[in-house]
């Protein structure tokens, strides 16, 4: 009781302490210059083409308080602040009960910000998450008190505040949800929306009906006790029955709230950017977003994506620079925003599989170079034993070449390669190409059995897309204030790090995991999405017990795509073919209009036409015939040997 008493006595102490503190600053607020608010956290995102696709914390239709209904504003200031036309911008008795009622509760369980620092928060203080954002905003609200009026405060909260589903501002969203202007809202529709800005996803009626409907009912009943209904009227419209439209006046893409999250994200990483809007009034970000790069990404989400709670996210990059031209971190927005091209790291499984085998060509592996693929047990000098198997336990029980290994994703010979060159040189590669992850040399690697983020397995694959190139990944080109002022502009930092004749030889390679030329005792890992594709691509997939990728790309754009649950279980046999079709569907419809391209083939390789199975040249009695490629001077003999026999040899 004692220590409850000492704690009062200092929680009260430090209320008086800043109650004199706001007294203090609320004098000086009176003589400094008058806020600018009307541009304020106008944050304008412009596409690839700088048309305008999203003007983020801003309401595109500001209406006047005039024509917003008198039951959304009683409903607003009821539920968050039902003093607000008394107070000076802090309600001081609530600060001090919800002081009182932490304290005791030991925890925050209670909060007592007033619409207007609700309001400054909306305004200017979105990037800055420090103690100094705390002393601004309190000398940010008592400026706005002393130089506007109660109605000017009200009218732009209720013209910027977050209503969920992109929606900000009072009109946007009562169109959006109700089909009708903000003026014609009744009293219960008026709580329902008043309902949502506490937590725009949980409280969203959409997605989450009941959840809204529970806190619509509680805003009734306070609406009721704060005498804005009478009894009748508080009856009527808690038994009111309330349609949702939910529906767009324009179509729109609604992942691209996806794209947005990824924007400010960057953003935020930009040292040359202020972190408060008081210094640049607003922000115009010029990003990569291909609107109609998003929106096939986002139909082939829908259209292929099947099984309840599995989770799909993809991005979409040009391999020339590094520019993100689509991304999508979930495949409902609305039901989670929890980016996963962003935040998650996955087992990308066979995917891996390239890094290793560009390495191999780098250390004098060809097209043709040849392991057993059999059932094979590893044996360590500890004793330690690793026992690989291939998918559906389908073995050639003979030699087959690497354009084979990587068409069937072999994995007897791609733990084979990996020990051969040392383990080490998988996880060199990785890093030389950008992987971050904390990769350890195990047999297992080259499996994908380490989790990966997708940024960084896109820009790794960009590299070979790019014929060696390294890219930055990025998705704004161009920030600048509402004047016009350059606050930064991207730096192509572009950088040779492959050898281009090594990956032109890789990326031919990776077009046989959809060739039926290869089929054999075993059948290309992509065959199912052959007929949908037109156009010539190098692609590989990687699947796990939890996880399954493809990644696929020509000279113009690389897609990555992922699917799995969040909470790691198994996947159900056979989804690996909805990543594949997801992402075949966005290449070809993105690409439909536009040109075939591929790489031009360099001087120092040339082609030969090979049985690709064994990768020797073709003869008279060869009924499977491709041409593969090599370095001049290291085409295929019919004598060609087989590696770990000779490895064998070696050791004996």
């Known amino acids: 009781m004692k220590i409850l008493k000492k704690i009062i006595k200092i929680g009260l102490f430090l209320f008086i302490f ?81 002081l009182y009622t932490n304290i005791r509760a030991g925890k925050t369980v209670q909060g007592a910000s007033t ?48 209503y969920g589903n992109g929606k900000y501002g009072v009109e946007s969203a009562s169109k959006f949800y109700f089909g009708k202007s903000a003026s014609e809202l009744d009293v219960a529709e008026s709580a329902l929306l008043c309902a949502i800005p506490k937590s725009p996803s949980k409280y969203s009626p959409i997605t989450n009906f009941e959840n809204t409907k529970t806190r619509q009912e509680m805003i009734l009943k306070g609406m009721y006790n704060n005498k804005y209904l009478t009894y009748d009227e508080y009856q009527e419209a808690l038994n009111e029955e309330i349609t949702i439209v939910g529906k767009e006046e324009e179509k729109t893409i609604s992942s691209v709230m996806y794209y947005k999250d990824a924007v400010l994200d960057e953003l935020e990483k930009i040292n040359s950017v202020p972190t408060s809007f008081l210094e640049t009034g607003g922000l115009k970000i010029y990003t990569t977003l291909d609107l109609k790069a998003q929106e096939m990404l986002e139909n ?36 989670s925003q929890y980016n996963r091209v962003l935040n998650s790291k996955r087992q990308v499984g066979s995917t891996m599989k390239p890094f290793l085998y560009y390495t191999a060509l780098e250390n004098g592996f060809t097209s043709s170079t040849s392991f057993t693929s059999e059932e094979t047990t590893f044996v360590f000098s500890n004793e330690e034993t690793y026992a690989p198997q291939n998918a559906g336990k389908i073995y050639g029980n003979k030699p087959i070449s690497l354009a084979a290994a990587i068409s069937y994703s072999d994995n007897i010979y791609a733990v084979k390669t990996h020990m051969f060159l040392g383990e080490d040189s998988l996880v060199n590669m990785a ?32 590299t070979f897309a790019n014929l060696g190139y390294k890219v930055d990944p990025h998705l704004i080109t161009k920030v600048e204030d509402m004047d016009g002022n350059i606050l930064y502009e991207w730096e192509d930092n572009t950088e040779l790090i492959l050898n281009e004749s090594l990956v032109y030889i890789l990326n031919d390679l990776l077009t046989t995991t959809y060739d039926a030329s290869l089929i054999d005792y075993n059948q290309p890992t992509l065959l199912s999405i052959a007929s949908k594709l037109s156009k010539k ?116």
């Open 431 to 462: 890093n030389r190409l950008g992987i971050t992850a904390k990769l350890e040399a195990v047999p297992s690697l080259p499996l994908g059995t380490y989790e990966i983020n997708m940024v960084e397995m896109a820009t790794a694959y960009a």
């Open 300 to 335: 082939s989400i829908k259209d292929n994506l099947k099984q309840e709670g599995l989770q799909a996210s993809g991005l979409m990059m040009n391999p020339k620079d590094g520019s993100i031209i689509a991304l999508i971190g979930g495949n409902n927005y609305d039901k």
């Open 18 to 98: 800043f109650i004199l503190g706001i007294l203090s600053i609320y004098g000086y607020s009176k003589f400094s210059p008058k806020l600018e608010i009307e541009q304020a956290n106008n944050i304008v995102f412009y596409d690839s083409e700088e048309n305008v696709f999203l003007q983020g914390n801003s309401g595109k239709e500001w209406v006047s308080l005039d024509d917003i209904s008198d039951n959304l504003k009683n409903a607003t200031i009821s539920a968050e602040d039902k003093n607000f036309y008394k107070h000076f911008g802090f309600d001081v008795l609530r600060i001090g009960k919800a």
């Open 115 to 162: 619409i207007t620092q609700q309001y400054v928060k909306n305004l200017f203080l979105e990037f800055d998450k420090t103690w100094k954002r705390k002393w601004n905003e309190m000398w940010l609200t008592l400026n706005m008190e002393t130089h506007y009026s109660k109605d000017e405060i009200l009218e732009g909260y209720l013209n910027t505040i977050n």
């Open 537 to 652: 691509y190098a692609i590989k997939s990687g699947t796990t017990s939890t996880d399954s990728w493809t990644i696929g790309y020509n000279p113009d754009v690389l897609t990555t795509v992922w699917i799995g649950y969040d909470d790691n279980r198994d996947l159900e046999s056979g989804i690996s073919v909805q990543a594949k079709n997801i992402w075949a569907n966005a290449m070809e419809n993105y690409l439909k209009d536009k040109e075939e391209v591929w790489y031009e083939k360099p001087s120092n390789v040339v082609g030969v036409l090979v049985d690709p199975i064994s990768g020797k040249p073709v003869n008279e009695k060869s009924d499977k015939k491709r041409i593969l490629y090599y370095l001049k001077g290291t085409q295929p003999s019919s004598e060609q040997q087989v590696f770990d026999e000779i490895y064998d040899d070696k050791k004996k």
